[in-house]
Every structure is written in C-alpha cells, then in structure tokens.
C-alpha cells in the first residue's frame, strides 16, 4: 500500500488512483501531479525537466493518455486513473516499448527516458502502427539531450511490428 | 555508492534498511528505490566494505558467492562508460560479467584519480583511455593471485590453469573452482610483480556489442539519480541567485512568500535567496511570490554586443605562439592571402536534469548527495563552505541525467550547503534537497565560452602552403585547472588546432586569452576541439572552393601522413555517395576531426528552403576510434553527439543584456526535436590501435559538415553560429 509523507499543517485529502493502487494524499489543490509523485510519494521515475510542459520529461498517463504532470493541478485528476513510468510495464503497451529500449539499447543518460517511453506506449495503444510521421509527431514533445532519437523512432517500430507478430 | 543491486536475483541483505527508508512504500513498485543512508547510530565512516572478499586493488571485490562487485572511478552520465569499465575489468579478470555489481566510486583522489588529471574527474572523453592499462593490469593482477590460490590448493602450476567466466580451471585433471570458493584463499597471495596481459584476439568481452549494465532500471524508473535523492524527514529548496553575475541581495519582502502553504523557511545569503518548503511546488510558490531587489554591481550594464566588440579586438592581439612550424611569415607572403574568421556563442548546458544537491548539516558532520562529475572538488568545497574537515564530508555519488561539463563544477553543492547552514529551529540538521528551476539552471550557467578565430593562409599548387591560426576566447582551463594554462596557452583552447589533422608545412597557432565581462565560462562537451574543428574545417571548404577542387579530394591530398584520418575520409565519402547528383536546394558537407584521439569523417546531407530553414536529411560518421570496447555504446555516443552538436549549430545562443542572460528555458533555448532528427548511419573502422575518446568526438564534426552542406547547397558561407537564416535567404543561389 502506498504510504505518502504527511506534511503538518496541510490537510487536504485528494484520492488518487496511481498503477492501480488507491492513495489519499495531502496536497494543495494548484499543486502539479508531478511535485505530488515526486516529492510526496516519492515516486521518483517520473522527471523535473523543464516545469512548462516543454521537454516532456514528467509525462505519465491519465485515463490512458500522456499528459505533463508538471503543468497538471492535482486537483484536476480527480478519480481517474494515473499511470506513472513505474507502473507502465503492466500495460502490453508499455512492456512492449520497454523491451524494444532495451533491445536496441535506447538509453543514454536515461533522465528523460521516462518521459519517452510513457509517450511511445501511448502512441502505440492509440495507433498501433505508426509510421515515422506518426512517431515524429506524438515523440516531438519529448526532449533528449543525449540525442537518442534515431533508436527512439527505430525502437518504436520494433515494438510494433512486435505486435504483428 | 551502490546502486545497482538488482543486475541480478542476488540477495539484498539491506532491504530492511530500504523498507524503512522508502516508509515501506509498495514493494515492487519502489522495491530499487536505494539510497545509501546511515541510520544516526552508524558510524560516520562505512565498515570496511571489504570484510570477507577478495578485494585486491581498489576496483574488485568478490565475496565468497561469486558475486563481483566492480568500483567505478569515472561517472555515468550516459556515455556508457560503466559499462564499458566493466568490460575491461572483467576481461582481464576473466570474471563472470552476469555477476557483476556496480558502486559509484566514494571520493577519493589516491584511489581513483583519473589517471590523465591526477584527481577525480570525468571529462575530455579519456575514461577509457586514461584507465585502459591501469584497470587491465589491476584485474590481471587479481585474476594472477586467484590462479595462485588455486593451484596452491591443487598443488599444480599456476602456469597449467586456465580461467573463464569466473572459474579457474586446471584442464589436464579436470578440476574447477568458482572465484567465490576462492575469495577467502586469495587473499593471502601477493600479487605479481609482472603480469601479462591479455593478446587482444583473445579478448572475449571488449570489442561486443554487449548490453549495458545501467539501462535496465532506466526503463522503468527505478534508476536514482541524484535529483531522485528521498530521505527520511526531507524538506526541499529552490533558489533565486542574483541575475547579473557578481551582483547582491539588496531587500527582500517575503510578506507573500511566509503565507504560502507549505513554506518552512525563507533563506537570505548575500548573493541568493532561497525557499524551503515541504515539497518543491512550496518551496517554488514561495520563490515566485518573493519580492527581491538586487544590487546588480559592476556588471549591471553589460551586453552581447559589448562582449563581442571587446572579443572582437582582443583577436586583434598577436596571442602567445602555441605551435610554430616551417615559416610562415615568409609562406604567407610568398602567396595570395585568403583570410575568414569563425565566431562561437555562448552556450548553456541543459542537462536534462536540472541542477541538484542534497545535503545534511549537521555541527560535525555533513554529507551530500548528488551526481557530479567531481567527487572530490564536490567534498573539498562542500568542506570549505561547512568550515569541515574534508573527512567530515560524505559525497555519494549518483548517476547523472547528463554532464556534458556542467557538473564539473561544484557550485550546486556549495549552495545548498550554504542554505543548509542558515535553517533554522526544527529545521537545523534535517536533509535539504536544493532543485534550482529550469530557468535558474539556464541563467546560472558556466557558459561555453564565445570564441572567435582568425585564419590566414597561402596555397601553392592546390594544397595550404601557409596558414597563421588564432584562437581568441576565455581560457576555462586559467579558472579551472591553472597548470593548464601556461604562458598565455590553454591546452584545451588550442586542441585540434596546434595538432590539426592536414600536412602543411609553414603554420602557427596562437592563443588570444579574453574573458568575457560578467560571463563566467566552462567546459562544454566537446571543449575546444568544438571551436577549431569548425574553424579549420570551414576554412578547408572555402580555400577548395577557391583552387576549384572537390572539398574530400582537397582534403585528401593533405591528409598523406596520416592514414587514420584518410581511411576515415575515404570510407565517409564512398558511404555518403558523396559526388553523386542530388536535388536542388540540396547539399553535402564533409568535415573530419582527430579529436580526443579518435578519427572521424562526416557527411552532412541538409536541405535549405526558401526561407533559409535548415532540414537535415542524412549523416554518415565513419569512425576509427582504436580498439572499441563496447562497439554499441561507440556508436550510440556518435549519434547522440553529432545530435548535441548539431543542436547547438541550429539554435544554440546564449546572450547577455543588462548582464542578465536572456534565455530562461526550452521554449527560447531550442533542443533539436525528434522531428528534425536525420538519419545516422555509423560506420566503425576496424583498429588494434589503443581505444580513442568517443564521448565528444562526433559533437566537434557535426556542426562544420553541416555548415559545409549549406555551403555547397546555396553558395552561402556561413561563419558563425547558430546558422543565420535570414543570410541563407539573402544569400541562397537562385
């Protein structure tokens, strides 16, 4: 079970449902989902980059869709369901993305890995086989300063064609 | 200092101690979520970790299972030279490398300074190079000693055993026996006086392609990076540093800031100010709802334009003589003098993870947590700014989301110490995690120093008779590393050009040193080899264009005595299709470079439209780099360079107005996106040669075979960065 930090003084419970679990945190409603993940559960997988929905380094998925939890006000998650880079294995999708980055050795640095791999698994549930336009458009908001980005498009394509086979 | 526990289904005899720490958060969600934390009743200094294991030099330790723990004296910052390291250990070990652990390295400069600096720093792409034979022969030393072990216990010769994957055998009798039942017995050998290495062509590790030992918890978030630092009883800062280097804190009204939920304590030091709060959107609230006046000082007024004007004259300066050859006076005026000069920007970092450190204070003690490419100038500032002797300061490394130089410095460390000192009350004493914003990150930069270089130089009969080169820019070795900077030389800011690749028989290379007003500088990946290779390699370009020759083949003529780089060039253009036909608006551009001791030739293919926009379409980098230990992990840091630099070649600029830098984020210091990414194609020369440097060398090559492709696409010779497409435009050929 999911245990947050309590913080005296803050006394305001929101129920998130996070890689299927239930937790109430105490939050300020303004507070970006991604200060919550972070700093008061410490759900560390999901990255500060950038904090304006820039580099995509703090994607996770809401109701299945990538969204930037810097920008995103906890109190505008209500009950839906929060998948987070720990939790994204657990899907096809993401188990699927997961081993192509490995297969084809991805990674660099790996900081804003986290934020590309929740946005290829939501790619690729969405559009299961994307061409490199599909891949260039739903990748473009997700920085890599490593330059990872040939792997990144060709492991897509392995994840893929994965599922074809 | 260990992170990476779960290479393996090896037992975690400190998951209790995990449990604990992560408040016994879900198993298998944070089961890796580690730190290496002292519960308050430990002692200051770690047990000795080597109890029990055969722990011969200060990189192996292998316990009585088997498992080998390797010490990694360079960080990880993406490069892959964690694994890498352990390649090289393991080979000459002939360890088991599916029983391999990894630990960050603690500071200390006797163990594991980089043998190239002589203190503990990752950079100038020499982790392999300079730890090539020291490593193999700390590991054949060990793997000698657990050989004499046992044969001791057969009592058979050394000389009859063999060894694989972490067993030696003794063929004629059959016998085997694991390293770990050797582990006890070992100890007491004395290691060889002389021992042989391996012959490279029975390397069974160096040279694959193998996978590496930290993308596993990359992939699923478990990999902890020093930003990722959670300790029991944390509260968290962000700061706000004066915007004009040198400037002070006049007033602050935190009126607002002391409302804001969440906010514990506003912290004001002479030069910056900070917020602690619960949690980081606090601590940021409070920031953002400060009210502070600077007293910008000196630097108040200075400017881009100002810099360069100043940068601009000082290049004027004759510069102290940094190589001379043949000569060149009488060369160059023996000829028609062609002369260009190239000008560089300032350039931010921006590491993907934003600058960090987290620190503990306590009266006798304090440690920090965070990763940084300097362990040690980490534990002797951090000493300094506590008023502790460096003993007294704990520095656990962590991986890096990124370097690229930034984290050679030490300064994220000394200001979260400083900060630490100032809490107050039930404050004092508590872990302190300082995340300074993107925006602060992009403004407190050492930035990559502007350069300008002016070339001049003489052909006879279609090759360079002749040529003066001179360097003007900020010496970062002066500030950096002094025995660097001698007799008005910086090695760094001459590198490339006083050892450039091609045969020409009168030249001279001269540094101007000129320190930017207001601007402090740094190394930026690539360092100085960026600023020549892009000079000398534009300026090969244009003195082709001006004897009426091909770019590969003007360049091949020059490069006969030295094969490497030839082979290099031949390859690229062969690969490239360079001289076939291509489509209007379309260009390819070559450049080669010798940087960090490695041979690369490049080809740019871009596209240009009517607007001046730049559309990179295809790269082909043919490499010899010597022997490749993890040939995947060259190529990857061939693609991820050629990216950084090209990134820079398309939007990178830093500027300055009323001393303030003007960039604050992603949204005005633009990173190359996917969508623009070309194709890489990496071809990789065979070499027995000794490893080269790989981590910067493709950075160096990129930015002038681009700027080449552009050339050769619209006529346009462009002589400073970022490209300009408003000249392209101007300039482009109907």
């Known amino acids: 079970m999911l245990r947050p930090v309590m913080f005296e003084g803050v006394r305001m419970a929101t129920t998130l449902t996070i890689n299927g679990e239930q937790i109430s945190v105490d939050a300020p409603p303004d507070m970006p989902l991604l200060w919550v993940l972070r700093d008061?559960?410490?759900?560390?997988?999901?990255?500060?980059?950038?904090?304006?929905?820039?580099?995509?380094?703090?994607t996770v998925h809401i109701d299945g869709k990538p969204v930037r939890s810097c920008v995103l006000p906890v109190a505008a998650v209500r009950d839906r369901p929060?998948?987070?880079?720990?939790?994204?294995?657990?899907?096809?999708?993401?188990?699927?993305?997961?081993?192509?980055?490995?297969?084809?050795?991805?990674?660099?640095?790996?900081?804003?890995?986290?934020?590309?791999?929740?946005?290829?698994?939501?790619?690729?549930?969405?559009?299961?086989?994307?061409?490199?336009?599909?891949?260039?458009a739903a990748m473009a908001g997700n920085i890599c300063r490593c330059g990872t980005y040939v792997r990144i498009r060709a492991a897509i394509r392995q994840a893929a064609s994965g599922r074809q086979s | 200092m260990k992170l990476f526990d779960n290479f393996s289904d090896l037992a975690r005899p400190d998951i209790s101690r995990r449990s604990l720490l992560t408040g016994g958060l879900a198993a298998g969600v944070l089961l890796a979520f580690h730190l290496p934390v002292r519960a308050a009743n430990e002692p200051i200094q770690p047990p000795d970790v080597t109890d029990g294991k055969f722990a011969p030099n200060a990189f192996i330790r292998i316990d009585t299972d088997g498992r080998t723990t390797l010490v990694m004296p360079q960080v990880e910052m993406g490069q892959g030279v964690y694994t890498s390291i352990a390649m090289i250990l393991a080979e000459e070990l002939d360890g088991d490398m599916a029983r391999v652990v990894l630990e960050h390295a603690p500071p200390s400069d006797k163990l594991y300074g980089n043998p190239a600096f002589g203190i503990q720093a990752t950079g100038n792409s020499n982790s392999i190079r300079a730890w090539w034979m020291?490593?193999?022969k700390a590991a054949a030393s060990a793997r000698a000693m657990l050989v004499q072990a046992a044969a001791r216990q057969w009592q058979v010769e050394a000389a009859s055993c063999t060894t694989s994957k972490g067993e030696v055998a003794h063929q004629p009798s059959g016998r085997r026996i694991d390293y770990g039942a050797l582990a006890d017995p070992a100890r007491s050998e004395t290691p060889p006086k002389d021992v042989a290495l391996k012959d490279p062509k029975d390397f069974v590790y160096i040279g694959q392609p193998l996978k590496r030992l930290d993308t596993p918890d990359k992939v699923n978030?478990?990999?902890?990076?020093?930003?990722?630092?959670?300790?029991?009883?944390?509260?968290?800062?962000?700061?706000?540093?004066?915007?004009?280097?040198?400037?002070?804190?006049?007033?602050?009204?935190?009126?607002?800031?002391?409302?804001?939920?969440?906010?514990?304590q506003i912290v004001v030091l002479d030069d910056l100010v900070a917020v602690v709060g619960d949690h980081m959107w606090a601590a940021k609230k409070g920031l953002d709802a400060l009210k502070i006046d600077w007293d910008e000082g000196a630097n108040a007024t200075v400017s881009s334009e100002q810099i360069w004007r100043e940068l601009r004259a000082a290049s004027e300066q004759g510069g102290a003589i940094a190589k001379s050859t043949g000569d060149v006076t009488k060369a160059l005026a023996a000829g028609e003098r062609i002369e260009a000069s190239y000008e560089m920007p300032f350039l931010?970092?921006?590491?993907?993870?934003?600058?960090?450190?987290?620190?503990?204070?306590?009266?006798?003690?304090?440690?920090?947590?965070?990763?940084?490419?300097?362990?040690?100038r980490v534990q002797s500032a951090v000493a300094q700014a506590a008023g502790l002797p460096v003993d007294e300061v704990i520095v656990n490394n962590h991986l890096l989301g990124g370097g690229f130089g930034r984290k050679l410095e030490p300064d994220m460390a000394v200001a979260a110490v400083r900060i630490a000192g100032k809490l107050d009350g039930p404050l004092q004493g508590v872990p302190l995690k300082v995340v300074w914003t993107r925006e602060e990150d992009m403004r407190h930069d050492v930035y990559r120093p502007v350069y300008r270089d002016t070339i001049a130089a003489t052909l006879s009969d279609g090759k360079i008779a002749a040529w003066k080169y001179k360097v003007a820019g900020s010496s970062v070795m002066a500030r950096w590393f002094p025995p660097a900077f001698q007799k008005g030389i910086d090695i760094d800011g001459v590198d490339c050009a006083?050892?450039?690749?091609?045969?020409?028989?009168?030249?001279?290379?001269?540094?101007?040193?000129?320190?930017?007003?207001?601007?402090?500088?740094g190394f930026w990946r690539g360092v100085g080899p960026n600023n020549n290779v892009f000079a000398i390699e534009c300026f090969m370009d244009e003195l082709a264009r001006r004897v009426g020759q091909d770019p590969v083949a003007f360049r091949r003529a020059m490069l006969g005595k030295n094969p490497r780089m030839r082979a290099a060039l031949d390859l690229a253009a062969e690969k490239s299709g360079w001289g076939q036909a291509l489509p209007a608006r379309v260009g390819r551009g070559v450049a080669v470079t010798p940087a960090f001791a490695s041979f690369i030739a490049t080809v740019v293919e871009a596209e240009v439209d009517d607007a001046g926009e730049v559309h990179l379409r295809r790269i082909v980098s043919t490499v010899d780099t010597g022997i490749a230990v993890n040939p995947d992990t060259?190529?990857?840091?061939?693609?991820?360079?050629?990216?950084?630099?090209?990134?820079?070649?398309?939007?990178?600029?830093?500027?300055?107005?009323?001393?303030?830098?003007?960039?604050?984020?992603?949204?005005?210091?633009r990173i190359l996106r996917i969508d623009q990414a070309?194709?890489?194609?990496?071809?990789?020369i065979k070499s027995g040669e000794a490893p080269g440097g790989i981590g910067e060398a493709a950075v160096t090559v990129g930015t002038p075979a681009l700027r080449n492709a552009i050339y050769a696409a619209t006529g346009v010779a462009l002589r400073r960065m970022p490209v300009d497409r408003s000249l392209i435009a101007a300039g482009r050929k109907a």
């Open chain 1, 40 to 58: 008061v559960l410490g759900l560390t997988g999901t990255k500060f980059g950038c904090g304006i929905a820039q580099c995509g380094a703090c």
């Open chain 1, 82 to 136: 929060i998948t987070t880079i720990e939790g994204i294995g657990a899907t096809q999708a993401g188990a699927r993305v997961q081993k192509a980055w490995l297969d084809l050795e991805v990674v660099q640095c790996g900081y804003c890995q986290s934020g590309q791999i929740m946005a290829a698994a939501a790619l690729l549930a969405a559009t299961p086989t994307p061409d490199d336009s599909d891949i260039d």
């Open chain 2, 134 to 136: 020291p490593l193999r």
């Open chain 2, 221 to 264: 978030g478990k990999a902890v990076y020093g930003i990722d630092a959670m300790l029991p009883g944390m509260k968290f800062a962000t700061l706000a540093a004066c915007p004009v280097r040198g400037g002070k804190v006049a007033k602050v009204d935190d009126t607002a800031a002391r409302k804001v939920a969440g906010v514990r």
């Open chain 2, 348 to 376: 931010a970092h921006a590491t993907m993870e934003p600058i960090n450190c987290t620190v503990r204070l306590r009266p006798d003690v304090c440690e920090v947590w965070t990763g940084t490419q300097v362990m040690t």
């Open chain 2, 498 to 521: 006083v050892d450039q690749p091609y045969d020409i028989p009168n030249l001279e290379v001269a540094f101007v040193q000129a320190e930017p007003r207001g601007v402090t500088t």
């Open chain 2, 634 to 669: 060259v190529v990857a840091q061939i693609e991820g360079g050629l990216i950084f630099g090209l990134t820079a070649a398309l939007y990178g600029e830093i500027t300055i107005a009323k001393g303030r830098v003007q960039q604050s984020n992603f949204n005005d210091y």
């Open chain 2, 678 to 684: 070309p194709k890489i194609e990496v071809h990789l």
